[in-house]
C-alpha cells in the first residue's frame, strides 16, 4: 500500500483493514500478512494508520495451498470501499539476482552438516555491528589424522547484503576439560561460505601452510545441509 509522502492529506489517515486472496478454486481466503518476513509472530494489526506506505509479506498458512509463482487475486477490503486486482505469475527475468546465493542474514544461524558424513558439521551465526557491519561465527566440529576430534573456529565480517563472507579460521591447544587450564589459539587458514538458499551451505576452505604435525590440513570445498534453525527465526 503506497500513499504519496509529499501530501499534505495525512489527517484522518487511512486505516488497513484487510486482504483477500482468489486462485483458481480457493476464493475470499484471508492472506497471512507480515511486517518482518520469516516469523509467524510479525503480523499487521488490524486498522493499522497508513500515512504514507506499507509493506507485506505474504506466506502461506496451513488451511490453503496458494502458490504464489502463479497468478493471483488480491482484493484490499477498505473502510470506503474494496479494490480487486490480479497479481501476474511470476517472471525469472525480472530478477537477475534470484539465482545469486542469499544476502547473509540471521536467517541462516543454525547447525549444518553432511548427510552422508555423520559426525562432522558447522555452528554458524551471523548477527550485526554497528551501522551495514555483520559478522559471521563459523565453529568447525571436524577431525584431525588420527581421527580425533578437533575444533576449527572462524570469525569474518562483512557488510549488509553481501552474499558471502570470508573467514578467518583458528585453532586451539593446550586447553583442559570443564576450564582445567588455559588454551592457546593459533592461525590455521581461511574459507570462503556463502548460501544457495536456506537449506544449503556452500563453503572452501585454504589451510595455512608448514601447520604442525597432526593439524587438519588442506583445502578443498564442502556442500551441507542444514540441521536445525533458530525459534522465530525461521529462514524460507
Not at 541462516?108 to 559478522?135: C, I, K, M
Not at 604442525?212 to 590440513?217: L, S, T, Y
Amino acid at each position: 500500500m503506497f500513499r504519496d509522502p509529499a501530501s499534505v492529506n495525512k489527517v484522518p489517515a487511512p486505516l488497513f483493514s484487510g486482504l483477500r486472496l482468489g486462485q483458481e478454486s480457493i476464493q475470499d481466503h484471508p492472506a497471512r500478512i507480515a511486517t518482518e518476513p520469516n516469523t509467524v509472530l510479525s503480523h499487521v494489526p488490524f486498522e493499522l494508520s497508513v500515512p504514507d506506505s506499507l509493506e507485506f509479506v505474504f506466506e502461506n498458512d496451513a488451511s490453503a495451498s496458494l502458490d504464489y509463482s502463479q497468478a493471483i487475486d488480491l482484493t484490499i477490503n477498505a473502510a470506503e470501499r474494496s479494490v480487486s486486482v490480479s497479481v501476474p505469475a511470476y517472471d525469472e527475468s525480472q530478477y537477475p539476482t534470484a539465482d545469486l546465493p542469499l544476502q547473509l542474514s540471521g536467517y541462516l544461524t543454525g547447525n549444518w552438516f553432511d548427510p552422508a558424513h555423520g559426525g562432522e558439521g558447522a555452528q554458524v551465526e551471523v548477527g550485526a555491528g554497528s551501522g551495514d557491519s555483520r559478522y559471521i561465527v563459523f565453529a568447525w566440529y571436524t577431525y584431525d589424522p588420527g581421527g580425533i576430534p578437533f575444533w576449527l573456529f572462524g570469525l569474518g565480517e562483512f557488510n549488509a547484503g553481501d552474499r558471502s563472507a570470508n573467514v578467518t579460521v583458528a585453532y586451539a591447544t593446550g586447553g583442559g576439560f570443564a576450564g582445567g587450564a588455559n588454551a592457546n589459539n593459533a592461525s590455521w587458514g581461511t574459507l570462503v561460505v556463502d548460501f544457495a538458499d536456506c537449506n544449503s551451505m556452500h563453503f572452501t576452505y585454504q589451510a595455512n601452510s608448514g601447520l604442525p604435525a597432526g593439524i587438519p590440513q588442506g583445502s578443498g570445498s564442502r556442500n551441507w545441509t542444514r540441521l536445525t534453525s533458530i525459534n522465530g527465526l525461521t529462514c524460507q
